[in-house]
């Protein structure tokens, strides 16, 4: 061969597929109920599992009986999660399964079982760093000094010291947690709503005293996880046990207020801060304590993102956590970086403000202290400031010209992401009749990448979509990375590209061989083989020349070979009003500017950051894990109170992709969290800017607002 | 959900024998959607659901001598729909913000008045009061959705009905019938509701066997505008924060009577006669709109965090009057 052949993303001017916008493949499936859930999963014979929680927040089982729920007609049998003198630590805590022939019978079950509690004492109030000291809950989590903020204080022109927070939320899949399990002999095959197809069968296979070669984890489709569906879970494994124990097949998915409750928050922070500029708005020092909650252990907002995107001369951070009585937290999408975002970002602001600085002018002024991204946080902060009109309408905090009570204002924020590929093993097989398939153990989340790997496929063999088949959610397929971190679009673009080129190679071998041209000059397009101009074979014809079996390549990542990458910024700007009567928040027009490599599909791309405004928007706005204190309890677990932004509450939202050729050649990042770090800090910024007010923890509820408001000037 | 009998009677008096039975533990059926989250939770557990949904007399609206009588059944779309309530702009404008298309399809406007509290220690468990061995949580816990007005007793909730407050200010009076099959009595709707002191008291004065079957509107005089106000957080299904309904009576500018009554700020529909007296003789504008809602929220009670409801009530009323005469500009 005279060429080195090397793997590569084709130019992009010669694209068909790549970088357009393509609808998801499993679009219409997803739509019309073809595709099936796990919570979909009702094979002959299935029982159906309900669970008893525990209603207090701090308590020890006093007695349990769960004989009586035996004897409820249709009930097959109960799992036991607790035993008499365990401690109960969270509202939601999980007591008994049962399962039985129909949900209302082991609804019944549940309820006839018995059980005692010895109330304990609780401690829920995450915000109350004072209250966590008094009941003993404190715990240091770390602190971290650079430079001299001290000195740096004495020196600068402007000190501002602010006090921010962000409440807790819940993942709230919208398919809740859980599992269909069915033994065939000793062979299990669980439908699992998982990120983690290829991670998840030895966690069945550790707790059941199982071989893990025993164990089939299928998820084909998934009603979200955001990062809250990596492990199997006490109840999945319950499932499991179930169904082993008898003999029937068992679906269990957790009800939705003990979604809410156990299956996965993300933590909350408060933040004490002191921040100084100098007069050119450049800022010397940021010295901040920072506190919340991740669960019974403290933990919280870690403290290495902060002051997050930037990292200033002299800065010093100090965080504690609270042990509270709430449920665990599991990683939500960007962890923990949306906090960060709105616990660092509205201090910006702030002492933007008081200098008398336009805010855009001062998060400018330190982009060099952002590092390698400063440059293109400076072309996105350009054009989401033209898309939003910045410079026309951007007043001084407060000094908005309307002049009822609804005031308008603008704020941004900005955020930054790994992306890199994550691990990635499938096997590619060119069918002798021209048709390709590929099968690897890895998940659509919904986000498509179903889709993307069929498009990688198409483009290198210069196929139409309809010609792929994209073979994924089984653990029995080659093992891929858990979706989680954003890095399951480079991990499986990458590993099929490398698969799909070594195949296209072999074939262009053997075409040449069969019509004597150079491989060197081949192509594979439109359904033929190109020598140049000239067609040389049809498609289908090449892979004839393979012989009776198909061609089958298996392909790997991640590999540093360019085709991926990771690192990407991304700028957010907001237009909103604010009722300073009522307190309500109207979300007129929301722009992201994102960065991210190569795209592969531009309309997933696009979905992919219109849910993650759409999320931030609301735990900006109105969504909150709410901890009654008298109880212990998450008293609004439920749908009604627990609230959710919906097409009316977003306002027109503008999702630009930031994508010259220097992003094309970066090649393929991962998209899916960065779009949901900035809503919160660039929200709470236009809301500081339409009322002069600063409110001070998200999200920004009409009490929220109006206690402000009445409180007066930050 | 526990075990019941299920009835689906096809008159008023069929309903009424068959509710007056199990010593109360009976419950009414209409649109459904609030019962069954309530006998999931095991929140009620009647031994027999009546279905009242088949009987016709209470479906349409019909005009009577001096106003109109809108059947039970009628649905919320019905009333977005139904020219003999056109007049009625507050009531249109209250199913006009329920913005949820299964609820407009099937709550109906007598299942609204009937709505037990949304209170989360109430759907939590801790029943209507929401006590813990005596003792209210709601004092010192998450009140900041509970009641302003009326909440120095037991109960602290506030009334979940929409449509009370449009319907008391125009006068409305609810049909009742029950307990015995025969018997029906007409009640201005302001007595309809009641504040418990206990919790096995209810929210209405309903007593077993007894249900609505009709409210009745008196007809709509052309010299009254009327408009009602919801602070709703959420443009999806969402219950609001706070509420005001207005009826205004006005000759030449000057507003010579009116009614305002508050929602979602008491145990009950609250009408606030000190926003009438700081408004009758004068035109509604901007500045007497605010002294109204102002005279309205004086004598409010918060609680330790719901403070701000006292300014989202007093916004209610404002904008309440103001759209009534036509001179609320919102963006």
């Known amino acids: 061969m005279a060429t080195e052949r090397k793997h590569a993303w084709g130019p992009r001017k010669d694209n068909v597929l790549i970088g357009k916008s393509i609808q998801r493949i499993d679009g219409v499936g997803k739509a019309s109920g073809a595709a099936k859930f796990s919570a979909d999963i009702n094979t002959k014979g299935t029982l159906f599992a309900k669970l008893l929680t525990c209603k207090l927040g701090h308590a020890k089982v006093k007695s349990l009986d769960a004989e009586p729920a035996k004897k409820i007609p249709g009930v097959k049998g109960v799992h036991l999660f607790k035993k008499v003198g365990d401690e109960i630590r969270w509202d939601g805590e999980l007591i008994v399964a049962v399962a039985a022939e129909t949900e209302d019978q082991a609804e019944d079950g549940v309820k006839a079982i018995k059980v005692e509690y010895e109330t304990l004492e609780h401690f829920v109030d995450e915000a109350d760093l004072a209250g966590g000291e008094k009941a003993g809950r404190n715990k240091p989590a770390g602190e971290n000094k650079k430079g001299d903020v001290e000195a740096a204080l004495k020196t600068a022109k402007v000190v501002h010291k602010g006090h921010y927070g962000i409440a807790t939320i819940s993942h709230m899949c919208l398919e809740p947690h ?380 991640p590999v540093q070979d360019g085709l991926t990458n990771n690192s990407v910024g991304g700028v957010q700007m907001v237009d909103l009003s604010v009722d300073t009567e009522t307190g309500l928040i109207r979300i007129h027009k929301f722009v992201s500017v994102q960065d991210c490599g190569l795209i592969i599909d531009e309309l997933t791309a696009k979905s992919q950051v219109l849910g993650g405004l759409i999320m931030g928007i609301t735990y900006a706005l109105s969504e909150e894990r709410i901890m009654d204190n008298k109880t212990g309890r998450y008293i609004n677990a439920d749908l009604q109170n627990y609230k959710l932004a919906r097409i009316g509450d977003i306002g027109e939202l503008v999702a630009i992709m930031y994508q010259p050729d220097s992003e094309y050649d970066r090649g393929v990042v991962g998209l899916g969290e960065p779009p949901v770090i900035s809503p919160g800090a660039a929200i709470s910024n236009a809301v500081a800017n339409a009322t002069g007010v600063r409110v001070p923890v998200l999200p920004l509820t009409p009490k929220r607002v109006l206690d402000a408001l009445k409180g007066g000037r930050a | 959900m526990r075990p019941f009998e299920y009835a689906s009677p096809r008159t008023e008096a069929e309903a009424a024998a068959l509710l007056n039975a199990y010593d109360g533990h009976t419950a009414v059926l209409a649109g459904g959607t609030d019962l069954f989250n309530l006998l999931k939770r095991d929140l009620v557990t009647p031994q027999r659901v009546v279905d009242i949904k088949n009987i016709e007399s209470m479906r349409g609206t019909t005009p009577v001598s001096d106003g109109v009588l809108v059947g039970a059944l009628t649905t919320l779309d019905d009333i977005l729909s139904e020219p003999l309530l056109a007049d009625y702009a507050s009531l249109r404008q209250v199913a006009d913000a329920v913005h949820a298309i299964q609820i407009r399809d099937n709550g109906t406007l007598g299942g609204d008045l009937c709505l037990l509290p949304n209170c989360w220690y109430f759907r939590n468990g801790y029943g209507l009061l929401g006590q813990d061995r005596g003792q209210s949580l709601v004092n010192e816990g998450r009140n900041e959705l509970h009641a302003i007005f009326g909440n120095r007793g037991p109960a602290k909730f506030v009334s979940a009905s929409r449509f009370a407050p449009a319907l008391i200010a125009w006068g409305a009076r609810v049909r009742i019938v029950g307990p015995a099959s025969d018997q029906v009595s007409l009640l201005p709707l302001e007595y309809f509701f009641v504040t418990p002191k206990s919790a096995e008291q209810g929210v209405t004065v309903l007593q077993p066997g007894q249900f609505v079957s009709h409210v009745w509107l008196p007809t709509a005089a052309h010299n009254v505008a009327s408009a009602t106000y919801e602070v709703l957080q959420l443009e999806g299904l969402d219950w609001p924060l706070a509420a005001a309904s207005a009826c205004v009576e006005t000759s030449a500018g000057i507003v010579k009577d009116a009614r305002i009554v508050f929602g979602h700020v008491a145990p009950t529909p609250w009408s606030s006669f000190d926003a009438v007296a700081a408004l009758v003789g004068k035109e509604i504008t901007e500045s007497t709109a605010q002294a109204a809602g102002d005279a309205a929220v004086a004598r409010a009670t918060p609680l330790s965090e719901n403070e701000y409801k006292v300014q989202l009530a007093r916004t209610a009323v404002k904008r309440a009057l103001l759209r009534a005469a036509g001179k609320l500009e919102m963006a």
């Open chain 1, 178 to 557: 859980g599992s269909h399990c069915e033994f065939a002999g000793d062979q299990l095959t669980a439908h699992l709503s998982t990120q983690n197809v290829s991670g998840t069968p030895g966690q069945f296979a550790e707790g059941m005293l199982m071989d893990a070669k025993n164990v089939t984890v299928i998820g084909n489709y998934e009603g979200g996880g955001f990062g809250s569906k990596f492990a199997i879970g006490e109840w999945g494994l319950a499932c499991a046990k179930m169904a082993k124990e008898l003999g029937r097949p068992v679906r269990l998915m957790l009800d939705r207020a003990t979604e809410l409750k156990v299956a996965g928050t993300r933590p909350s922070g408060f933040i004490d801060v002191t921040i100084a500029a100098d007069a050119d708005g450049k800022i010397v020092a940021w010295d901040s304590h920072h506190w919340g909650t991740a669960g019974i252990g403290g933990g919280g907002v870690a403290l290495g993102q902060i002051p997050y995107v930037y990292d200033f001369e002299n800065q010093s951070r100090r965080q504690t956590g609270i042990g509270c009585n709430v449920g665990p937290n599991q990683a939500w999408r960007a962890p923990p970086h949306p906090q960060a975002c709105a616990l660092s970002q509205v201090a910006i602001d702030d002492i933007a403000a008081k200098l008398g600085k336009d805010s855009y002018d001062v998060f400018l002024k330190n982009l060099p202290s952002t590092g390698a991204k400063a440059g293109v946080y400076e072309e996105e902060m350009k054009i989401a400031a033209k898309e939003i009109d910045w410079k026309a309408k951007w007043h001084p905090h407060g000094q908005s010209p309307d002049k009822g009570p609804i005031k308008r204002g603008l704020g941004m924020a900005m955020h930054k992401w790994g992306g890199g590929p994550g691990a990635c093993n499938c096997n590619v097989k060119v069918h002798p009749d021209g048709s390709v398939e590929t099968f690897l153990g890895s998940q659509d989340l919904g986000t498509g990448t179903r889709t993307v790997i069929a498009i990688v496929l198409a483009e290198t063999f210069g196929l139409p979509l309809s010609s792929v088949k994209v073979n994924l959610g089984s653990s029995k397929y080659p093992n891929s990375a858990g979706s989680g971190g954003s890095i399951t679009v480079g991990g499986v673009s990458g590993a099929h590209r490398r698969a799909a080129q070594d195949a296209l190679w072999k074939i262009f071998d053997l075409v040449a061989e069969k019509y004597k041209v150079s491989a060197d000059n081949l192509a594979a397009k439109g359904g033929n083989i190109l020598n140049g101009k000239d067609v040389v074979c049809t498609w289908k014809q090449a892979c004839g020349l393979v012989g009776p079996m198909p061609l089958e390549v298996a392909g790997k990542g």
